[in-house]
């Protein structure tokens, strides 16, 4: 089992609509987690973190940690064709090497 | 957020030779930085923890003869390929921490070796 699982997609959605992008990791232990966003040919950029349960709620973006579930989601509200992009999930391995493992990234489209 | 910086942003080099790059913290000292390389379309492979003051830690598989990282200060990290080969062609990225776990980017260094 990977660390880090999320889905490659595309995920495709309309401009406007609610997109969600989730997130598995199988370490029980893990504190830290993040959402990074990577268009293409660029690096990632961090766009949210999330340490708690519960939600977390920054512009248009929500992050969902659930850790008795081992999941982490990323909504976007209102997407725009800007938010195309590639959305990596990243976890904090459990002690303290400050090592990030990250999933494979869920490609998104927002279509006009 | 914090800005991270690399440099060269893009190298072409002939096989056989080395390239430095450069991964600079601009505006806060990071005791820690991290070294990636990632391939198209593929997600981000962790090559090496470099702590200031201290010897890399390397990833499983990563030859740290081949990469060598130094971190000289605490707002420089440098990732040296050596005897360049055209499957180490990649785009490699630097990270510095912040506090806490969070990680900030550089924008990468594509290199080419022909």
């Known amino acids: 089992q990977k660390e880090v699982e999320q889905n490659s997609g595309p995920l495709s959605v309309p401009e406007g609509a609610i997109a969600s992008l989730n997130c598995t990791y199988s370490?029980?232990?893990?504190?830290?987690f993040f959402w990074y966003r990577q268009y293409s040919g660029k690096s990632p950029e961090l766009i949210m973190s999330?340490?708690?349960?519960g939600d977390k709620e920054d512009g248009r973006f929500t992050a969902q940690l659930n850790k008795a579930s081992q999941y982490v989601s990323l909504l976007i509200r209102d997407s725009q064709p800007s938010d195309s992009a590639t959305y990596l999930c990243?976890?904090?391995?459990?002690?303290?090497?400050?090592?990030?493992?990250f999933g494979q990234g869920t490609t998104l489209q927002v279509k006009p | 957020g914090a800005v991270v910086s690399q440099h060269p942003s893009r190298v072409i080099c002939k096989s056989g030779t080395s390239v430095k790059i450069e991964c600079r913290s601009l505006?806060?000292?990071?005791?820690?930085m991290f070294w990636y390389r990632q391939f198209p379309k593929k997600s981000l492979m962790l090559m090496a923890t470099?702590?200031?003051?201290?010897?890399?830690?390397?990833e499983q598989g990563v030859e740290k003869d081949k990469f060598l990282i130094n971190h000289a200060s605490l707002t420089l990290s440098t990732l040296t390929v050596t005897s360049a080969h055209p499957e180490d062609s990649s785009f490699y990225i630097c990270?510095?921490?912040?506090?806490?776990?969070?990680?900030?980017f550089g924008p990468g260094t594509r290199l080419t070796v022909t």
């Open positions: 990270s510095a921490r912040v506090d806490g776990y969070e990680q900030y």
């Open positions: 370490d029980r232990v893990s504190q830290s």
């Open positions: 999330i340490y708690s349960n």
């Open positions: 990243a976890v904090n391995l459990s002690g303290n090497t400050g090592k990030l493992i």
């Open positions: 505006d806060f000292q990071a005791t820690t």
């Open positions: 470099s702590n200031e003051g201290s010897k890399a830690t390397y």
